[in-house]
Structure formats: structure tokens, C-alpha cells
């Protein structure tokens, strides 16, 4: 059975940004926005998470569960203050929100936690318990 949360070549994903778009443009600086490098580890009771959002606030992140799918929002609000200078040279701090989704699958969704500390995100996913399949069960004629 394929892991619930989807893989693809090996490798980790968001199911269609990632495989759909070319490298030139997941690579740029306008298409990235603010960038959620993230870790998946597994285990046998459960994945976890760890998404860095570097600068970002926990009150400016949010989780929300739908149909299965994980989304992390964050906000970045990197724009200049009122009487600040606006000369930039170059300029790649991203100020806006910025989302990315992880399908979880057979998981116990009222169980997931998350912690914020540091500049990380970590979320743990507990797995669904299989309960086995009872073989040669007996039943009962009234």
C-alpha cells in the first residue's frame, strides 16, 4: 500500500505545483513566495513535520484540516514602515501569505498537534490504527 502521505520518485511533494510546473519556474523568486522547506519523518505511530518559516510570527501561521488535506498558511509582512527609505537595489523578502498542502490519508485527525518555536513548525500526524481484519468469525443463527 502507498504511503498516505503521497510520494513520488522517492521523494516528497505537493501533489500539483510540484509535478506539474517546471523547475525554471518553481525556481524563481516571483513564483516561490515564501518558502516552506519541510522535513517528513515516519514512524510507526506517526508522521512529522518540520516546516521552517524563518521570521515568520505564530499568531501569522495558520493549520486547518479539509477533506483530508493539511494547509499551512503564513503571512509574511516584511513591507516598509511609514517614513522608511524605498531605494532598494535588489529586493527578495517576500511580504504577502503564502499556503502549502499535504494530503494525510488514514490518519487521526482530531489528534494532530502542532508547536512553534525557533522559526520551525512542527507538526505530529498520528496514524490510524488498523484494527485487523477477523478471519473465520463465527456467527450466530437465531
Known sequence: MKNELST????????????FTPDVVRDS?????LEMRTDVKENEQAYELDVDLPGIRKEDISLTLDDGYLTIKAKADRS??????????????????????????????????ATFADGVLH?????KVEQ??????RIAIK
Not at 123 to 127: G, Y
Not at 132 to 137: A, D, K, T
Request: no cysteine; charged share 30%; proline share 5%.
Open 29 to 33: 523568486h516571483v513564483a516561490r513566495g
Open 80 to 113: 516598509l514602515k511609514e517614513g522608511e527609505k524605498k531605494n532598494f537595489v535588489h529586493r527578495e523578502r517576500f511580504s504577502g501569505v503564502s499556503s502549502r498542502s499535504y494530503y494525510l490519508g488514514n490518519v487521526e485527525e482530531d489528534k494532530i498537534e
Open 123 to 127: 507538526i505530529n500526524v498520528p496514524k
Open 132 to 137: 485487523p481484519v477477523q478471519n473465520g468469525r
Open 8 to 19: 513520488l520518485d522517492g521523494g516528497f511533494f505537493d501533489p500539483l505545483f510540484d509535478f
